[in-house]
């Protein structure tokens, strides 16, 4: 089976502008959960999506927001960003949930100036 | 919300030592504790997982232990090789079981682990 991809792999962005990454997960895989990696916070966990529904949101304001469509593929939308941003970003898909084996894709690095 | 510490931050070992990474956990009802390994430019990966109905799980060279009690878990590398050198990551999570979904991973700091030759 093919691997997590993401794409982009790179973006540079400018603050106050919007980004939008993509994950498309395992074939068969219905949960899809993203992740922003940073060198001062480490993992965090932002959101799970399974069957087109957010199921689970960690702590980051509503600027983060995501969707799943009906092929599993996901997406997630940063708004307005900051040089905060600035991070690493993960997704990692499973059979059902997150405590089931999750398989990270590369990342997509994102860099806010 | 849950908060996993984890210890030490960095830790140098000589090839075919043993090395230990120790993470403590603050939520008694989290049930699921992952452990993945992030080599430099990588993406993580799982190298073992335990569950809160069992203490200890092998898996060759590997171990990690589970202390319910106290809230803490630990990874356990024996003999270990120059491709050990990573960045290990505890993490913890409540899985609600069969009928239900599970909460998001709450991950420790990382222990970068570098093995002298």
């Known amino acids: 089976k093919a691997g997590v991809t993401q794409t982009p792999r790179y973006l540079i962005k400018t603050r106050g502008q919007q980004v939008t990454l993509s994950c498309s997960p395992i074939?068969?895989?219905?949960?899809v959960s993203w992740y922003q990696q940073t060198p001062g916070q480490g993992l965090q966990f932002l959101f799970e999506?399974?069957?087109?529904?957010?199921?689970n949101k960690g702590n980051f304001p509503g600027r983060f927001s995501g969707r799943q469509f009906s092929n599993s593929r996901s997406e997630m939308n940063v708004s307005t960003l900051e040089l905060g941003d600035s991070a690493l970003y993960l997704c990692?898909?499973?059979?059902?949930?997150?405590?089931?084996?999750?398989?990270f894709g590369p990342g997509t690095r994102l860099t806010v100036l | 919300g849950e908060n996993v510490e984890q210890h030490p931050s960095t830790l140098s070992v000589q090839e075919g030592d043993s090395a230990v990474i120790k993470c403590t956990y603050s939520?008694?009802?989290?049930?699921?504790f992952p452990w993945y390994k992030q080599e430099l430019g990588k993406r993580p990966q799982l190298i073992i997982d335990?569950?809160?109905?069992?203490g200890e799980k092998k898996d060759q060279r590997i171990a990690v232990t589970l202390n319910k009690t106290a809230k803490h878990f630990s990874l356990h590398i024996t003999e270990t090789q120059p491709e050990d050198s990573a960045v290990y990551f505890c993490?913890?999570?409540?899985?609600?079981?069969?009928?239900?979904?599970?909460?998001?991973?709450?991950f420790g700091k990382g222990t970068h682990l570098i093995i002298q030759p």
């Open positions: 990692a898909s499973s059979p059902r949930r997150s405590t089931d084996t999750q398989y």
């Open positions: 074939s068969g895989h219905r949960s």
């Open positions: 999506y399974f069957s087109e529904t957010q199921r």
């Open positions: 939520d008694s009802a989290s049930n699921y």
């Open positions: 335990i569950r809160s109905n069992v």
């Open positions: 993490a913890a999570s409540l899985d609600q079981g069969s009928g239900g979904g599970a909460d998001g991973l709450t």
